[in-house]
Nanobody, 125 residues
């Protein structure tokens, strides 16, 4: 059974950094897109960054230049490095996975079907 467990959230001041981790079970990296989503109170869940199974990445505009997605296959762990954080980054952050059509396929948000429990990130001004 595929499982995702996030960690690394917390409280940070504006301008600070956090690194989120997502420990994945099974062979999830080899056949799945992996993504980081976030949901702030009263807002819809949004994709922050994603990685195709072949390693190509996508970072959305609100966090481009500040956030980096990466993975360690040996540790079956996905990371989200967040730098120069802003109060508007405050949200629950979720790791997710989606079966990929091929290694270069960047999955669409609606295709993600395995989710972690989330980790809270709060950025104070």
């Amino acid at each position: 059974q595929e499982q995702l467990v996030e960690s690394g959230g917390g409280l940070v001041q504006a301008g600070g950094s956090l690194r989120l981790s997502c420990l994945a079970s099974g062979s999830i990296f080899s056949t799945n897109c992996m993504g980081w989503f976030r949901q702030a109170p009263g807002k819809e869940r949004e994709l922050v960054a994603a990685m195709a199974s072949g390693g190509s990445t996508l970072v959305k505009d609100p966090v481009k230049g500040r956030f980096t997605i990466s993975r360690d296959n040996a540790k079956t762990t996905l990371y989200l490095q967040m730098n120069n954080m802003k109060p508007e980054d405050t949200a629950m952050y979720y790791c997710a996975a989606s079966p990929a059509r091929h290694s270069g396929y960047m999955c669409r948000s609606r295709e993600y079907n395995v989710w972690g429990q989330g980790t809270q990130v709060t950025v104070s001004s």
